[in-house]
């Protein structure tokens, strides 16, 4: 499989059909507060996410609800334009508890979903504060993550998981615009306007600059 950048994004191609690899985040869903249910009171945060083929977008921002006791909730899913999307996977919080859990992985075409008492909450939420990554110049793949440029700024993705970047933490800026960027075993050569650094190390959280 090819993976190739471009302004429209990043896509893969397998030989016949290239297709995005990276998913939208959804849109938060909305609550409504049901009545003569089985929720015992207490603070409940839902999310969602969607699945393409078993792969996983990014979480949706979390709506947070109060139930009284012996209440329920009616969850009402964001449209999806992607027509790629299959599925949606909902996570929800126990009463109280800050920890999202996947609940359900219903049709794309669900609309709405009522949930009466407390499902068996199955793995934790592993995508937020996540965003799709970005495309940019010199594609690479390097130590199980794609790597793009703009501008004077290194983005990668997460480990092993292509189509997802965390924005707060998975770039290296540095002082002039990138030129050219060639992974090596023990680093990544970075070709600036007037000299070469090399990106020394095979953590990213701690790799030294060296100028050459």
Known sequence: VVCMACDNGLFTYDGQTAKRLTIDTPARPQANVKYNYSLDQGDYSFAISWVVNGLESALSEIKKVQLPDKSGV??????????????????????????LRQAF????????????????????????????????NFLRLWRGRLWVVRSNVL??????????????????????????????????????????????????????????
Not at 80 to 90: A, F, M, Y
Not at 106 to 128: C, N, W
Not at 191 to 209: C, E
């Open 155 to 212: 983005y990668f993705s997460e480990a092993m998981t292509y189509h997802l970047t965390d924005e707060r933490y998975n770039f290296i800026q540095l002082p002039q615009r990138i030129r050219f960027i060639d992974p090596v075993d023990g680093g990544i050569w970075v070709g600036q306007a007037d000299h070469v650094v090399f990106l020394r190390g095979q953590d990213v959280r701690n790799m030294a600059i060296e100028q050459k």
């Open 105 to 136: 992985e219903l049709p794309i075409d669900t609309m709405s979903v009522d949930i009466q008492a407390l499902p068996e909450l199955g793995r934790a939420a592993t995508f937020q504060y996540l965003s799709p990554m970005k495309s940019g």
């Open 74 to 99: 009616q969850l009402q899913l964001p449209m999806c334009l992607d027509s790629n999307v299959t599925h949606v996977r909902i996570y929800m919080s126990e009463p109280g508890g800050g920890e």
